[in-house]
């Protein structure tokens, strides 16, 4: 488990299959992947409030570490299933949904091989507090589905305080 830039003002919990941090303006969960076993799933809790209203939003990236990177539309709901473009992470499918419930905003993507191949691929969600800066935060909840354990991992998280 790593912390970087970690201060006493968030905290970082490991729970099953994942992470919970308190009060954090950055998390960059660090995933390993393997979608040749089947869809990988991760799913991602943040504070509805931290993203979206008057003077707060937030951002979203997702990377592979052997090429590959795309935004994450997380301002608010989408009303389906959207797939991000073959083209960006080659030989996977990758799609994502953000939902709303009372307190949470839930972002869900998953990776499937679209080429047989896909076994311990490094990946990283980068969840970051744009507004209002420099000392908003939120807390998060970030995790591998339960169902897939074989299949994706989280294996640490970088915790970025506010200043």
Do not use: C
Request: aromatic fraction near 6%.
């Amino acid at each position: 488990m790593s912390k970087t830039g970690e201060m006493t003002m968030s905290t970082l919990t490991p729970v099953t299959n994942g992470f919970q941090v308190t009060g954090a303006r950055r998390v960059i969960a660090n995933l390993l992947l393997s979608p040749v076993n089947g869809k990988a799933t991760i799913v991602a809790k943040f504070k509805k409030a931290a993203a979206s209203g008057v003077g707060h939003s937030m951002t979203a990236a997702l990377t592979r570490d052997i090429g590959g990177f795309t935004s994450l539309a997380i301002s608010s709901p989408t009303m389906a299933n959207l797939d991000i473009d073959l083209g960006l992470f080659p030989g996977r499918q990758v799609s994502y949904n953000v939902k709303d419930g009372l307190v949470w905003r839930t972002l869900t993507f998953w990776v499937t091989t679209a080429d047989t191949y896909g076994t311990n691929e490094v990946w990283h969600l980068d969840l970051a507090v744009a507004e209002p800066a420099p000392d908003g935060v939120t807390d998060y909840d970030i995790r591998a589905t339960a169902t897939t354990p074989t299949t994706a991992q989280v294996t640490s998280v970088d915790v970025t305080p506010a200043t």
